[in-house]
C-alpha cells in the first residue's frame, strides 16, 4: 500500500488534509493509505498515529468518502482533537 501523506501530488490528500483541519485535528497526526486501484475504485485507510484509531473508506466516482471522513472526524470516531 502507498502511503498517500508520502505522496502529496496524490489527489486525494489534499481535500483529505484540509477537512482534517478543519474538524480540528493535526493532519500529520494521520496517515492515509491507498489499496490497489480499480476502474470501480479503491478502498483507503485513514489512520490517527497517536491513537492507532482508523476507519476504512470506498473511493470511486460520485462516492462520498470525504463526507463520511467529516462525519466520522467530527463524531468522535477517531476520539478528540489535540488542543492547539
Do not use: K
Amino acid at each position: 500500500m502507498a502511503r498517500l501523506d508520502d505522496l502529496p501530488q496524490d489527489p486525494l490528500w489534499a481535500p483529505l488534509s484540509s477537512t482534517l483541519s478543519r474538524a480540528g485535528f493535526e493532519p500529520r497526526d494521520f496517515e492515509l493509505r491507498s489499496g490497489p486501484r480499480s476502474e470501480l475504485g479503491h478502498l483507503i485507510t485513514l489512520r490517527r498515529r497517536s491513537t492507532g484509531q482508523r476507519r476504512h473508506y470506498t473511493v470511486m466516482p460520485g462516492s462520498p468518502w470525504l463526507f463520511n471522513a467529516f462525519a466520522d472526524l467530527t463524531g468522535g470516531c477517531f476520539g478528540q482533537p489535540a488542543p492547539h
